[in-house]
């Protein structure tokens, strides 16, 4: 009996100890996440607060009229302009090819994996999208540089070494995955009686694929083009190699162009010294980016909440 009592007294004691850790653990654990989640908060607003301060300090310089409407941006010039526009539209040129080239492709590849792959057809092209996702965005920028750009110059004789129909094509390449693996999430989530319902009043196969599933996912759908555009527009390595460094306010797509990244690059990699207004245009031109995708991600936000089927 003393023996069993001893035992029992033991166990008790191991009980309470282990007991007592799950407290503290319990304890403890909620306040690590806390603190994660607020040096990810704070980080957030660190890079805010250091993008508004660093920009405000540039438009003490330089009157912010003549930086959002200005057409000519000229800052290394002894003469130095600082109108934004060239840069803005040479982002636009390369995201508005990129999505041509990505969203019929993302979606193509979307339905035919979603509808009609079979499952070991799916193993294989999922992953290839996968590693298409992986590669350095820096690969993909000399393989528009030295692949994509003189085969485009075999067909078009006008395209210049460096210009924007490249790199935007690549871009599409790259923002390819994120299409078609979203859609596909979006389609997948379809239930099946939706479409057995549409094949049993006589629909085919690819009427229900287009005027039935796609339809019903599309909040998923554009909430995915929306965020690939975001994507797009701040690209920097590819556009930094292929797409040349000449702001220019036209609608050519053949010739050399700067975008905003581009240009921060060219920047950052010392052709500035710090506290001149070249430097704190860096800033600003961030800043504008950051406005940029902050809307795209909104709006991509807005557009999945708006347009959700609920099943």
């Not at 909620?30 to 438009?59: M, N, Q, R, W």
């Not at 905003?260 to 704190?280: K, L, P």
Request: a neutral charge.
């Amino acid at each position: 009996m003393s023996a069993s009592n001893g035992q029992s007294v033991q166990a008790m004691i191991e009980a309470s100890k282990n007991k007592k850790g799950k407290v503290l653990l319990e304890k403890t654990m909620p306040k690590l996440l806390l603190l994660t989640a607020l040096i990810s908060v704070l980080t957030t607003f660190g890079i805010v607060f250091t993008l508004i301060f660093e920009t405000y300090e540039f438009f003490t310089r330089i009157p912010f009229m003549e930086f959002i409407t200005g057409t000519q941006w000229l800052p290394f010039a002894g003469d130095a302009k600082y109108g934004i526009l060239p840069l803005i539209l040479g982002t636009l040129k390369i995201t508005a090819i990129a999505v041509v080239v990505a969203v019929p492709l993302g979606l193509a590849a979307a339905i035919y994996l979603s509808e009609y792959a079979s499952d070991s057809a799916r193993r294989i092209i999922k992953p290839v999208l996968e590693v298409l996702a992986g590669i350095p965005t820096i690969v993909y920028g000399f393989f528009a540089l030295t692949f994509v750009t003189p085969v485009l110059q075999m067909v078009m004789p006008d395209v210049k070494i460096f210009n924007a129909l490249s790199p935007g094509i690549v871009v599409g390449i790259m923002i390819l995955p994120m299409i078609t693996s979203l859609s596909e999430d979006a389609m997948t989530s379809v239930p099946k009686s939706i479409r057995e319902g549409a094949l049993g009043l006589g629909a085919t196969k690819f009427e229900v694929a287009i005027r039935v599933v796609l339809p019903a996912a599309l909040s998923g759908i554009v909430a995915s083009i929306v965020l690939a555009i975001s994507r797009a527009i701040g690209e920097t390595m590819i556009v930094s190699l292929a797409g040349g460094s000449t702001p220019t306010f036209d609608a050519n797509i053949t010739g050399s162009i700067q975008t905003m990244t581009a240009y921060i690059v060219q920047v950052s990699t010392g052709d500035a010294g710090y506290g001149t207004t070249i430097y704190y245009s860096i800033y600003a031109v961030g800043f504008t980016l950051f406005v940029f995708t902050l809307i795209m991600n909104l709006l991509a936000q807005y557009i999945s909440k708006r347009f959700r089927e609920e099943y």
